[in-house]
């Protein structure tokens, strides 16, 4: 089976609710995409301007969603529809431990010249204490030169 790279232009928004407060974050990078069989695979990096870069690596399946990012912060996380997981985020500030629950994934591949997007709905605790809402939006489109 063939691996399909191309080049793409990535927008990353997270939204977090806590304590009434909702904080969004909006990230845009070029990037790679990788597709295989039902693997999809989103790799870019963060540009930081008050630290090192964040490196993000996406790996979409159809049962699960797994982040990786190393740089300035070190994680991995994986999402499974339903379920709880867990994981160390490590940053230059020391390491939290998460526990995550995973409300829902929704994925569609890029086809025919349009964009893809991957949407992750999820709470978190971060070392045990409080629930912060999370969406996870990111789109992508093919860059052509």
């Known amino acids: 089976m ?8 990535i927008k990353l928004t997270t939204e977090i609710r ?3 407060q909702k904080a969004t974050t909006v990230v845009e990078e070029e990037g790679k995409f990788y597709q295989k069989g039902q693997t ?13 870069d964040i490196h993000a690596f996406i790996t979409i399946q159809p049962e699960k969603v797994s982040v990786k990012r190393s740089g300035a912060v070190d ?3 994986i999402f499974r529809k339903k379920q709880i997981t867990e994981n160390v985020y490590r940053h230059e500030f020391g390491s939290l ?23 992750i ?25």
């Open 121 to 145: 709905s999820y709470t978190t605790k971060l070392n045990g204490e409080g629930n912060r809402r999370h969406r996870l939006t990111i789109t992508f489109r093919e860059v052509f030169s």
């Open 18 to 20: 806590e304590l009434g």
């Open 97 to 119: 431990h998460m526990e995550t629950h995973t409300d829902q994934i929704t994925y569609q591949q890029p086809e025919n010249g349009k964009q893809g997007k991957l949407f």
């Open 2 to 9: 063939t691996v399909n790279q191309t080049s793409v232009n």
């Open 40 to 52: 999809s695979v989103l790799q870019f990096v963060e540009h930081q301007e008050e630290s090192d």
């Open 75 to 77: 994680m991995y996380q």
